[in-house]
């Protein structure tokens, strides 16, 4: 962690020791506690990345309003396209429909002549069996 800078703090010193007064210590240990909790650790490394509490709410603000402005433009665009696939989705269920309706219609068609020409070769069958013309 790296200690804080002191600009041109007047403390009483000999230049021989090097000593720091202890109740300058005790003036700055709340400084030091304050900036702890401004800075911020990045996992894995050893930098320090320091946030700026003024200017974190004008770029907060700023981002806001541009993901206000280009979600209002992506949604439309998306509902839009989502909207399309529907309808041609739609369109495309419809002429399916529209096939098989042809193909049962050809099918009712189909069993109905079938069913007219049994009928008849069974009237035609019956004569056989029931007459007495000695034709048959």
Same mark, same amino acid.
């Given at each position: ?7 041109a703090t007047p /403390? !009483? ?6 000593? @720091? ?6 003036? #700055?240990? $709340?400084? +030091? ?23 974190? /709410? !004008? ?6 309003? @541009?993901?206000?402005?280009?979600s209002s433009l #992506?949604? $439309?665009? +998306? ?30 068609a189909l069993l ?25």
């Amino acid at each position: 962690m790296v200690a804080p800078r002191i600009h041109a703090t007047p /403390f !009483l010193c000999d230049a021989q020791s090097l000593s @720091v007064p202890e109740h300058l210590i005790d003036g #700055l240990r $709340p400084l +030091v506690r304050r900036s702890q909790r401004r800075e911020r650790r990045v996992t894995g490394g050893k930098s320090v990345q320091v946030t700026d509490p003024k200017g974190s /709410f !004008l770029k907060n603000l700023v981002l806001s309003l @541009v993901l206000l402005g280009v979600s209002s433009l #992506l949604i $439309p665009i +998306v509902l839009k396209q989502i909207d399309d696939r529907k309808a041609i989705d739609q369109q495309q269920l419809q002429d399916d429909l529209a096939r098989q309706d042809k193909v049962v219609d050809a099918q009712a068609a189909l069993l109905a002549t079938m069913a007219a020409d049994f009928w008849a070769y069974e009237l035609y069958a019956s004569d056989v069996v029931i007459s007495r013309d000695e034709r048959f």
